[in-house]
């Protein structure tokens, strides 16, 4: 177990370059095993839940190796059904070995996902549309059991744009027989992604992006060469600090179009951002002014940068109000803030950041993802030090991060807790 100890009041300033995305990878990889040969996926994130992920692979019979960012995944020795439940529970994407085992096999097994704390997050969405393609579906025991004789394309109709159910629907639909149509799909960066892969292996998806997904399954996939869309979540968050902390920070290797709703909010808190090519630089304000913000799925603005912004807004000039609208418990780490100094009342699931001139250093915890990374930020803007506990979960989504903000001149450094 480890802590990031922060140094603050530093103006971050220089440049940083974003890895692959996290939440693509998670889906990609997987995905590698639907393929006759071998699939080597580049701009792949050294992070935890990737080496996770990689070691499941491997436990199903896949070999699996990773040189820098490219990840190899040669599925020759892919024969089990079942998810080894001890490395399900560390990350809550498993859930995507539904999709592929029962394409890939006709039956799965796959213990309930385990990842960030964050509220319920049912999977019956995914369930449903498993169904309609045909499978029999059991949960017994915290164990998904899934069998089909033979998946058959079918629409579907998601209640709700679910990230991981579109990329689960559309994994278990590429293999099937006919066409799938998922209605009031999700729209993420990491769904075209995803498809942009699955076409490379020979599947036929099309509209990945719009609301209405089809995936004309085919017999066979093959292995293919595929480099990950760049982390749209890690870019809003060096984003976020150089606005916190008042810096200069050019972010690259992005897609500008993915961090719009990220970039607007910023604009309005009062940074100068300029967009060219496949890099942003955020000029922070002196002190962020106070805005107003509900996350919505994408192009909304994004869930994962919510806990971020709160930190960003902790010392705006006003009052902010934060409404989080995708899951049910995502304010849980504001009482670490408040720890710093913050004023932020929680009503429901609607924070209110009375925005404060000064936070100072304290011991904090992070319990999630997005969480360590509010605090990070919190952090770097407050005076003295803050030990941020709970390294190993912001690690699972953030690669290199403390040598990353060391490169924008912070003090920063990973000491054992
Ligand atoms: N939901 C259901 N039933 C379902 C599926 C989802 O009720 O069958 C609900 C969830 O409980 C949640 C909401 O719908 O309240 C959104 O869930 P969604 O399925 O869209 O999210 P996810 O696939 O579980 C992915 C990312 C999350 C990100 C969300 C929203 C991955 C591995 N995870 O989760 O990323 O917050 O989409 O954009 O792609 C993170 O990176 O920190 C993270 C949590």
Redesign the pocket.
């Known amino acids: 177990m480890s802590k990031l100890v922060i140094r603050g009041r530093c103006r971050l300033h220089g440049e940083v370059t974003i890895g692959g995305s996290?939440?693509s990878s998670?889906?990609i990889i997987p995905a590698a095993l639907l393929g006759e040969g071998t699939s080597a996926l580049d701009n792949v994130p050294r992070i935890n839940?990737v080496a996770v992920f990689a070691e499941i692979l491997k436990d199903l019979g896949a070999v699996v190796t990773m040189d820098g960012s490219t990840m190899t995944v040669a599925p020759n020795g892919f024969v089990s059904h079942i998810a080894p439940y001890d490395l399900v529970r560390k990350?809550?994407?498993s859930?995507y070995l539904m999709g592929v085992l029962l394409a890939k096999f006709g039956q799965a097994e796959v213990g309930l996902p385990g990842?960030?704390d964050?509220?319920?997050?049912?999977?019956?969405?995914?369930?449903?549309g498993f169904r309609a393609l045909g499978a029999d579906v059991s949960v017994e025991g915290g164990v998904v059991r899934l069998k089909a004789k033979k998946l058959v394309g079918s629409p579907v109709y998601l209640?709700?744009?679910?990230?991981?159910?579109?990329?689960n629907i559309m994994l278990a639909a590429s293999r099937a027989e006919g066409t799938t149509v998922i209605e009031n799909a999700?729209k993420?960066p990491?769904v075209v992604d995803l498809a942009n892969f699955l076409n490379a292996m020979g599947a036929r998806v099309q509209g990945a992006g719009t609301d209405v997904v089809r995936i004309r399954g085919v017999k066979e996939l093959r292995g293919a060469d595929h480099s990950v869309i760049p982390d749209d979540?890690e870019a809003d968050t060096y984003m976020m600090a150089a606005a916190a902390t008042g810096g200069d920070v050019t972010v690259k290797n992005v897609i500008t179009k993915h961090l719009e709703p990220v970039s607007a909010k910023l604009r309005e808190a009062g940074a100068i951002i300029e967009e060219n090519g496949d890099y942003v630089r955020v000029l922070g304000p002196e002190r962020p002014k106070a805005l107003n913000v509900k996350t919505l799925?994408?192009p909304g603005f994004?869930?994962?940068a919510q806990q971020p912004l709160v930190a960003v807004l902790s010392r705006a000039e006003g009052v902010s109000v934060v409404q989080e609208s995708?899951?049910?418990n995502r304010l849980g780490y504001v009482s670490e803030l408040v720890k710093m100094g913050a004023k932020i009342k929680v009503e429901g699931k609607t924070a209110i950041v009375e925005g404060v001139p000064r936070l100072v250093g304290a011991p904090v915890k992070a319990n999630?993802?997005?969480a360590g990374a509010s605090l990070m930020i919190a952090g770097l803007s407050a005076e003295g030090v803050t030990e941020v506990y709970g390294l190993e979960i912001i690690s699972r989504?953030y690669e290199m991060v403390d040598e990353k903000l060391r490169g924008l001149g912070a003090q920063v450094e990973i000491r054992p807790d």
Request: charged fraction near 25%; aromatic fraction near 8%; include cysteine.
């Open positions: 996290k939440n998670v889906a839940d990350l809550r994407a859930y990842g960030c964050i509220g319920p997050r049912p999977v019956d969405q995914h369930l449903k209640d709700f744009p679910s990230v991981g159910a579109t990329i999700a993420e990491h979540i799925p994408y994004p869930t994962d995708i899951y049910d999630d993802l997005r989504g």
